[in-house]
C-alpha cells in the first residue's frame, strides 16, 4: 500500500493563478479531509468528505474548492490564489466507523507558495 | 480562535530525560484527544490517543494524563532520545455520529540533545 499519496511536493504561483493539488489513498477509506498548517496555527480543516459525491466545509474553507468523483481521489482547488494561501497543505483519509473513532493518516504534503 | 491551547512553543531537552508538553481546551463536548508526531518533510502520524474516562494511558516511554476537571491534558515523553525530536501536535474530537472532526493544537517543537 502506498497509503496517501500528495502530488506536486512543491508548488509555486503567482498571485489569481488556478492550480489543484492532488490527494489519492489506496485503503479503501471513506473519509476524507484537506489540512492546512501554518506556523503558531497547528492543523486547521480546509474541507472533508464521508464518501464519494459528499464533501463538507471545514474550519477554513474560503478559497478553496473540493470534490470527490471516487473513493481514492479528493482534489483540493484553488480558483483564484492570493498570498494569504502560502501554507503547507495535508491531506488525510481514515475508515468510517460509526461511533468510533479513526486514526487519520496523512499525505506527505504539498508546500505551496503564492507570489 | 483557537479551540485547543498547546504549551510550550518549543522545548529542548538533555537525552534521558523528560519532556512533558501540555494542552488545554474550552469545549466540554471534546471526548477524544490523541496527540500526533511530525518529523521534518513528513506528515503527522498518530503516536498515542485517550478517551476522558480515563486519568491516564501509557504507551512505552509515551504517557497521556488527562484531567477532566481542568480541560487539560499533557504528553510526558520518559528517557528522552534524539529521535524523539519532532514536532507535536495534541488535538481534541467530539464524538462523530458522521465525521470527526479535530482541532488542532499549535504544535510543540521537541529537540532532544545527545
Known amino acids: 500500500n502506498a497509503g496517501v499519496t500528495q502530488t506536486p511536493k512543491f508548488q509555486v504561483l503567482k498571485t489569481g493563478q488556478s492550480m489543484t493539488l492532488q490527494c489519492a489513498q489506496d485503503?479503501?477509506?471513506?473519509?476524507m479531509s484537506w489540512y492546512r498548517q501554518d506556523p503558531g496555527m497547528g492543523l486547521r480543516l480546509i474541507h472533508y468528505?464521508?464518501?464519494?459525491?459528499?464533501?463538507d466545509q471545514g474550519e477554513v474553507p474560503n478559497g478553496y474548492n473540493v470534490s470527490r468523483s471516487t473513493t481514492e481521489d479528493f482534489p483540493l482547488r484553488l480558483l483564484s490564489a492570493a498570498p494569504s494561501q502560502t501554507s503547507v497543505y495535508f491531506c488525510?483519509?481514515?475508515?468510517?466507523?460509526?461511533?468510533?473513532?479513526?486514526?487519520?493518516?496523512f499525505g506527505p504534503g504539498t508546500r505551496l507558495t503564492v507570489l | 480562535q483557537q479551540q485547543v491551547k498547546q504549551s510550550p512553543q518549543s522545548l529542548i531537552v538533555q537525552k534521558g530525560g523528560i519532556s512533558i508538553i501540555n494542552c488545554a481546551y474550552e469545549?466540554?463536548?471534546?471526548?477524544?484527544f490523541p496527540w500526533y508526531q511530525q518529523f521534518p518533510g513528513k506528515g503527522p502520524a498518530l503516536l498515542i490517543a485517550?478517551?476522558?474516562?480515563?486519568s491516564e494511558k501509557k504507551e512505552g516511554r509515551f504517557t497521556i494524563s488527562f484531567n477532566k476537571s481542568a480541560k487539560q491534558f499533557s504528553l510526558h515523553i520518559m528517557d528522552s532520545q534524539p529521535g524523539d525530536s519532532a514536532t507535536y501536535f495534541c488535538?481534541?474530537?467530539?464524538?462523530?455520529?458522521?465525521?470527526?472532526?479535530?482541532?488542532f493544537g499549535s504544535g510543540t517543537k521537541l529537540n532532544v540533545k545527545p
Open positions: 488525510a483519509s481514515s475508515y468510517r466507523r460509526t461511533g468510533a473513532y479513526n486514526e487519520q493518516f
Open positions: 485503503m479503501n477509506h471513506e473519509y
Open positions: 468528505s464521508v464518501g464519494a459525491g459528499i464533501t
Open positions: 469545549n466540554t463536548a471534546f471526548d477524544y
Open positions: 485517550i478517551r476522558p474516562d480515563v
Open positions: 488535538a481534541a474530537s467530539i464524538t462523530p455520529y458522521n465525521f470527526n472532526k479535530f482541532y
